[in-house]
T-cell receptor, first 117, second 115 residues
Framework: ETGVTQTPRHLVMGMTNKKSLKCEQHLGHNAMYWYKQSAKKPLELMFVYNFKEQTENNSVPSRFSPECPNSSHLFLHLHTLQPEDSALYLC????????????????FGPGTRLTVT | AQSVTQPDIHITVSEGASLELRCNYSYGATPYLFWYVQSPGQGLQLLLKYFSGDTLVQGIKGFEAEFKRSQSSFNLRKPSVHWSDAAEYFCAVGPTQGGSEKLVFGKGTKLTVNP
């Protein structure tokens, strides 16, 4: 596997379900991100992890719970979601976090298309 | 605060025609600038990037972009569009203030290519 992978690619869940999205990067990067992309809305940054530590939570509701066990893996745990949470969830990684030598470009996975019924 | 403006929400061109997608940014220092492309239902793919040096940068798929500091612009161009270029294009700037690794993305420009 190369690049950034995400599983599952598609997920349908009820409002009372609990599910998790998984992201794995094979690029040796130190920073990982979750984004939400809804129809007709701009890309929304949700969470940032840098060297496994959460450095940003963009006022995301607590029904979304991220987990970063190591620099290669990132999870998004979902519970009691709402229909408006239906969206494409994108994971990304970048080489370096706050170092001035970082190049900052982010590499994206293919996304998980989430539908909440 | 940093911001990115893509003035055109939707652009339609004919196959073989030239293309220019506009991007304007607001940034307090020398920016890192990026263009990404997204096909329907897919993630974002990096087309090209500018950090420093030559203000005309070449990317993949025959795209290029020119950094113009005086105009705070980083427009994307392609001399001859192919039907496979139909997608959504995002401009981004970073890093954000305080050295954060975050990028700020524009709202995107959707490109339709007519045969």
């Amino acid at each position: 596997e190369t690049g950034v992978t995400q599983t599952p690619r598609h997920l349908v869940m009820g409002m009372t379900n609990k599910k998790s999205l998984k992201c794995e990067q094979h690029l040796g990067h130190n920073a990982m991100y979750w984004y939400k992309q809804s129809a007709k809305k701009p890309l929304e940054l949700m969470f940032v992890y840098n060297f496994k530590e959460q450095t940003e939570n963009n006022s995301v509701p607590s029904r979304f719970s991220p987990e970063c066990p190591n620099s290669s893996h990132l999870f998004l745990h979902l519970h009691t979601l709402q229909p408006e949470d239906s969206a494409l969830y994108l994971c990304a990684s970048s080489q370096d976090g706050v170092s001035a030598s970082g190049t900052h470009e982010q590499y994206f996975g293919p996304g998980t298309r989430l539908t909440v019924t | 605060a940093q911001s990115v403006t893509q003035p055109d929400i939707h652009i339609t061109v004919s196959e073989g025609a030239s293309l220019e997608l506009r991007c304007n940014y607001s940034y307090g220092a020398t920016p890192y600038l990026f263009w990404y492309v997204q096909s329907p239902g897919q993630g974002l793919q990096l087309l090209l990037k500018y950090f420093s040096g030559d203000t005309l940068v070449q990317g993949i798929k025959g795209f290029e972009a020119e950094f113009k500091r005086s105009q705070s612009s980083f427009n994307l161009r392609k001399p001859s569009v192919h039907w496979s270029d139909a997608a959504e294009y995002f401009c981004a700037v970073g890093p954000t203030q305080g050295g954060s690794e975050k990028l700020v993305f524009g709202k995107g420009t959707k490109l339709t290519v007519n045969p």
